[in-house]
């Protein structure tokens, strides 16, 4: 019996295995250690293999589509109806072995090396800035403790901490004043990390053919153009716009029943960072239009006219996040009057 399809369950160590026939017929569900696992796909006829979209997925599709299998990503919650009572390796290979051969099932493109390396770089990023504003918030809790205030923002806390280094701060008791400098040059030194790490991307935005397209768009800026481009590549695995933007999570949830037609708040079902990202610099385009109302698209004016602005900013990511798409399926660049 020839295996035609196969689902993969991944571990650290030990893989499990579901194979069936073009007729469903199990032909074997094994567990396989992880030295032998490319060994026993190259034993096998050229498969359908389904991995579900996990850690080191993407790395293992690349591996078995390079030995000639034809492999596909999906994301675990629409794996999961398909498993059966209990929950073992075995059950859930032959459930994603089962929900790979769906044809209504989404599936997730494979990333490249190239566009993994690019998000380790935008993860560790992610990863200092936020170590960074912990510490800040330690140091306004201590220092509030002996009646010293810093002010509102990132801004004036770095501006409060590099004037703190260097003063006496006789107020302070010594014990106490050398953990907060310690925390203080740690700071610093996060602050000229994530402007080191700033300055990568944006190199790679100005170097890249996809990111230059995208920075043309009013609001979007090199950080953006870096993700985008790194987690969705040329964009081409979604059919339209509006596929993009509900896989980002900015498109509003449906519950509609009996022919009544409920749209709720937005899904955010998607990517958190990207999202993030493109209301940020929605957030932007909305500030500059209140100080500079000719800068801007006439329709971002109507829309804050009859919009809270927290609404506004979500519908205006709403429309970039399909610009972008349309630029990157179309090879083009933005155009305001066809926005």
Not at 256 to 266: D, M
Request: with cysteine; hydrophobic share 40%.
């Amino acid at each position: 019996m020839e295996v035609t399809t196969v689902g993969l369950d991944l571990g650290k160590d030990v893989f499990q295995v579901h194979g069936i026939t073009a007729e469903g017929t199990i032909v074997f569900n094994r567990s396989i250690r992880r030295r032998q696992l490319l060994k026993f796909f190259e034993t096998l006829p050229s498969c359908f293999v389904g991995i579900e979209a996990c850690g080191s997925a993407h790395h293992w599709a690349r591996e078995l589509t390079a030995i000639g299998h034809d492999v596909r990503l999906m994301p675990a919650v629409y794996v999961k109806p398909y498993v059966k009572r209990g929950k073992t390796d075995a059950v859930d290979a032959e459930a994603i072995c089962e929900a790979v051969t769906r044809p209504t099932m989404r599936f997730v493109a494979v990333k490249s090396k190239e566009q993994q390396a690019l998000l380790t770089m935008h993860r560790v990023r992610q990863l200092i800035v936020r170590q960074k504003t912990q510490m800040m918030n330690v140091i306004r809790g201590l220092l509030r403790e002996f009646g010293h205030v810093i002010g509102n923002g990132p801004v004036a806390a770095m501006r409060f901490i590099k004037t703190f280094q260097t003063d006496d701060c006789i107020d302070i008791p010594d014990v106490a004043k050398s953990m907060l400098k310690t925390l203080c040059d740690q700071v610093v030194d996060l602050d000229d990390r994530v402007s080191f790490y700033n300055k990568l991307i944006e190199y790679h935005s100005r170097i890249d053919e996809l990111a230059k397209r995208i920075r043309t768009v009013p609001g979007v800026g090199p950080i953006t153009a870096s993700a985008i481009v790194a987690t969705i590549g040329d964009g081409k695995q979604f059919k339209n716009g509006r596929e993009f933007a509900a896989w980002l999570g900015l498109t509003p949830l449906n519950r509609s029943s009996g022919g009544k037609e409920r749209l709720g708040r937005i899904s955010k079902k998607g990517d958190r960072y990207l999202r993030r990202l493109l209301v940020i610099g929605m957030t932007s385009q909305v500030q500059r239009a209140r100080g500079y109302p000719e800068r801007v698209h006439p329709w971002i004016m109507q829309l804050l006219e009859r919009k809270p602005m927290r609404l506004a900013t979500i519908a205006m990511a709403n429309k970039t996040a399909r610009i972008i798409w349309a630029i990157l399926t179309k090879e083009t660049y933005y155009r305001q009057s066809a926005a």
